[in-house]
Nanobody, 124 residues
Framework: QVQLVESGGGLVQAGGSLRLSCAAS????????MGWFRQAPGKEREFVAT????????YYADSVKGRFTVSRDNAKNTVYLQMNSLKPEDTAVYYC?????????????????WGQGTQVTVSS
């Protein structure tokens, strides 16, 4: 079992930055892949970013590439999502997920564990 707790969401103006954190407990964090997904009102949940267990491989959605950076600190059992140049269309509940057999995966079906989500609101 892995428990995930996100933090760092909030209200920010367009062009601003936020850093989301996801603290994990339970299974050995350093062996699991981590992903970030988001769900805007009235829309399906979508992939944002993912990082392999070792941290050497990452993938991003085209909509956030160049603005968002995913990283992890295995010593702290934490994964981060640095979000810069935020746009109103980034407004959503952001979820972190764990699993994917240790890989960096864009497929939410490959993740076993999910956090409760943190709200990010970007005003224009």
């Amino acid at each position: 079992q892995v428990q995930l707790v996100e933090s760092g969401g909030g209200l920010v103006q367009a062009g601003g930055s936020l850093r989301l954190s996801c603290a994990a407990s339970g299974r050995t964090f350093s062996s699991i892949g981590m992903g970030w997904f988001r769900q805007a009102p009235g829309k399906e949940r979508e992939f944002v970013a993912t990082i392999r267990w070792s941290g050497v491989r990452t993938y991003y959605a085209d909509s956030v590439k160049g603005r968002f950076t995913v990283s992890r600190d295995n010593a702290k059992n934490t994964v981060y999502l640095q979000m810069n140049s935020l746009k109103p269309e980034d407004t959503a509940v952001y979820y972190c997920a764990a699993g994917a057999y240790g890989r960096a995966s864009m497929d939410e079906g490959e993740y076993e564990y999910w956090g409760q989500g943190t709200q990010v609101t970007v005003s224009s």
